[in-house]
């Protein structure tokens, strides 16, 4: 095993480590055995792709350290990440007699952990729960930070809370069984750390060969724990990270949330905000062009094809909509970017021109 990086969430009697090494899972039951407060069984909530690949490794080691657990193991894809999936998640914490004491671990990719950590967060009023991720988009950011929630029809991560994990384990190593699409889609969320936080960052992605995967995980990871040490709930400076998310939000929604990941809806999302900022006369012009670049270097489309006039109304409904603005975030240049409240006005004619427009 890889040496072992760690970082540590410091939120007072909610802080956390994160673990970070290739062949980490090995070591899972050592790790979450002092969580244990009881001997009640200890669900592992995963898909049938991840405990497919990964129920032998991950069973040995739990059962190596004494740790009784059952699976819940549900079918892939971001449609589990909803009421039905929600409630057979519960189901399974009722038959298996999971207590607030008890203990419950996210082993997959982001559906899995918001999924799961949502049902933490309201099981009993708060089950402690690990998160374990096994793509590269939940390695870097969606595992960290406790956001968790599910989808409604009426837009996504409309139900959620705050729950923050008891602990992260990142075993880099359970990357190289992912097809490149989802590579490419973990990558997406790397580029934005590098635009709203990290020039270096960015420019080192814009080489080739770039940094290696656990250098930028550890970065990603080490940037996002920050801002979430500052601004736990999301009031101010969290909502940088959603640089190109309300726009990529839209976009998932415009596709029932199937025809693009969510990585590729928040490329197409962070090229629209650059675009909108430098016609605004907020961002540094040039910035669209860069994104443009870094994103196609890393195998993403950059150019939304579909109408960002059909964008309009799933921004209506977006949780971070107030009274007829939305809290955008924009980029005055590469490394640096801002909150805006934007009135749907102003977004519609920014927009204008940068995509199919009828």
Aim: proline residues 4%.
């Amino acid at each position: 095993m890889s040496p072992v990086k760690k970082l540590t969430v410091g939120l007072g009697e909610r802080r956390y480590d994160i673990l970070i090494a290739e062949g980490l899972l090995r070591d899972l039951g050592s790790l979450v055995r002092p969580l244990l407060s009881s001997d009640g069984p200890v669900a592992v909530v995963t898909d049938e792709n991840v405990w497919g690949a990964y129920s032998d490794a991950a069973s040995a080691s739990l059962a190596a350290s004494g740790v009784k657990f059952e699976p819940i193991v549900l079918p892939p894809g971001e449609g589990n990440k909803s009421m039905s999936g929600l409630a057979t998640v519960y189901d399974g914490f009722a038959g298996l007699g999971v207590t607030r004491n008890g203990l419950v671990i996210a082993f997959g990719g982001g559906v899995i952990g918001d999924l799961c950590g949502f049902a933490a967060a309201t099981w009993m009023r708060g089950a402690r729960f690990v998160q374990v991720p096994t793509t590269l988009l939940a390695q870097v950011d969606s595992s960290v930070g406790g956001k968790t929630a599910i989808n409604l029809p009426q837009g996504k991560n409309l139900a959620g809370a705050f729950h923050q994990p008891s602990l992260v384990v990142i075993d880099t190593g359970l990357l190289g069984t992912l097809p490149d699409r989802e590579i490419k889609n973990g990558m997406s969320e790397v580029v934005k750390y590098g635009a709203i936080r990290s020039e270096s960052l960015f420019e080192a992605l814009g080489r080739r060969p770039g940094p290696e995967l656990p250098d930028v995980i550890f970065e990603c990871c080490r940037i996002k724990g920050e801002i979430v040490e500052r601004d736990e709930r999301d009031f101010g400076e969290r909502m940088l990270l959603n640089f190109g998310h309300t726009l990529g939000h839209a976009i998932e929604r415009q596709s029932g949330y199937e025809g693009y990941r969510h990585g590729e809806a928040v490329a197409f999302g962070s090229v629209l905000a650059a675009s909108m900022g430098e016609r605004m006369g907020v961002t540094e012009p040039g910035s669209a062009e860069a994104l443009r670049r870094t994103l196609a270097l890393h195998g993403l489309e950059t150019d939304y094809p579909g109408d960002v006039s059909e964008l309009l109304p799933a921004l209506a409904s977006d949780k971070k909509n107030l009274g007829g603005e939305v809290n955008m975030v924009l980029l005055r240049r590469i490394g640096d970017a801002f909150v805006r409240r934007t009135g749907l006005s102003e977004i519609a004619s920014a927009l204008e021109g940068l995509g199919r427009w009828t």
